[in-house]
């Protein structure tokens, strides 16, 4: 069974919802037969590769928000985060562009190690507020891992794998995904959001006794 999962690295709700697939998976009686891939997906394209000043600085000027509008979304979402242990520190996020980080996600495909690219990715960014557009970031977090260091760096200073972040994105649209985390199974279930462990749990044992029973 093959489970397709779009989410961005700079998505609060896509770490969440990690750690509840992971704890779904962790009771699925098929979970050896569980085939994970990321796919690409961008929150926002025409982000710089580093954008200047604060998480609320941001977030006060897109959504017109106070900062005690800001404080309480971020106390609300970190709470969330650490009920799934997880230690956010969305105060001191580093945002930006995330292009370069789905196309080493491609790289780390390639040598079996997208998984964890992905899960250090999200801590650099949500625990320990690494710029995600900085090419010196993604690189430490990549060789961090084990991918090739002059690989990584030769990756970035090119367009590898850009076409194929691009078709993941293009493939969210024609699925009508317009919000992340999407887990997709097997191209025939999704599961849309950061939903409990226990609703994936379901709709894995569903999707898999469908297809036993095809």
């Known amino acids: ?30 979970r050896d037969e569980v085939e994970i891939v990321w796919r690409s997906y961008e929150l926002d394209p025409t982000a710089p590769p580093v954008r200047e000043g604060t998480t609320a600085d941001y977030l006060s000027a897109k959504y017109g928000w106070s900062k005690e509008q800001v404080d309480q979304a971020h106390e609300r979402v970190e709470g969330i985060a650490a009920q799934a242990g997880l230690d956010y520190h969305l105060d001191s996020t580093r945002g930006g562009n995330s292009f370069d980080a789905h196309r080493l996600l491609h790289l780390a495909a390639e040598v079996g190690k997208q998984d964890a690219l992905k899960e250090a990715f999200l801590r650099a960014y949500f625990t320990d507020n690494e710029a995600v557009g900085d090419h010196a970031a993604l690189t430490k977090v990549a060789v961090a891992v084990g991918l090739d260091e002059a690989e990584v760096m030769e990756t970035l200073a090119s367009d590898r794998f850009a076409d194929a972040v691009r078709e993941d994105e293009q493939r969210a649209r024609l699925l009508g995904i317009s919000g992340v985390p999407f887990f997709a199974i097997d191209e025939a279930y999704g599961i849309s959001g950061a939903q409990p462990a226990d609703h994936m749990l379901a709709a894995l044992e569903h999707a898999w006794n469908a297809h036993a029973a095809a």
Request: glycine share 4%; hydrophobic share 45%.
């Open 1 to 30: 069974m093959k489970v397709e999962i779009w989410s961005d690295v700079v998505c609060p709700w896509c770490y969440i919802g990690k750690r509840h697939f992971e704890q779904a998976l962790a009771r699925f009686d098929h």
